[in-house]
């Protein structure tokens, strides 16, 4: 199973487009961590691979992040991570 950001270079099937989004909520004494989204990446990896894996895939590739920092009024911030890729399979693992 693997996840990149680019294409690869040798055949594969395409088994369709996924996507998740995760979030994490900063309290006022977590502002400093606004640009804090590791945790949010390796969240979004693990969710992809689980999609693809529910697809029967080999993996994603094209995989582009999209991270957004979200206020609510005086409240929390959020920081919010869209992922997302497609999903393929080698020609030789068809069944």
Same mark, same amino acid.
């Given at each position: 199973?693997?996840?990149?950001?680019?294409?690869?270079?040798?055949? %594969?099937?395409?088994?369709?487009?996924?996507?998740?989004?995760?979030?994490?909520?900063?309290?006022?004494?977590?502002?400093?961590?606004?640009?804090?989204?590791?945790?949010?990446?390796?969240?979004?990896?693990?969710?992809?691979?689980?999609?693809?894996?529910?697809?029967?895939?080999?993996?994603?590739?094209?995989?582009?992040?999209?991270?957004?920092?979200?206020?609510?009024?005086?409240?929390?911030? %959020?920081?919010?991570?869209?992922? %997302?890729?497609?999903?393929?399979?080698?020609?030789?693992?068809?069944?």
């Amino acid at each position: 199973m693997f996840l990149t950001t680019g294409d690869i270079d040798r055949s %594969y099937v395409i088994l369709g487009i996924i996507n998740t989004t995760v979030k994490k909520s900063l309290r006022a004494d977590e502002i400093d961590q606004v640009d804090d989204f590791d945790d949010l990446f390796t969240a979004a990896k693990t969710k992809l691979l689980d999609k693809a894996i529910g697809k029967n895939g080999a993996g994603v590739i094209q995989v582009r992040f999209v991270p957004q920092v979200v206020e609510v009024g005086a409240g929390p911030k %959020y920081l919010l991570l869209h992922a %997302y890729g497609t999903a393929v399979k080698f020609p030789h693992q068809i069944k």
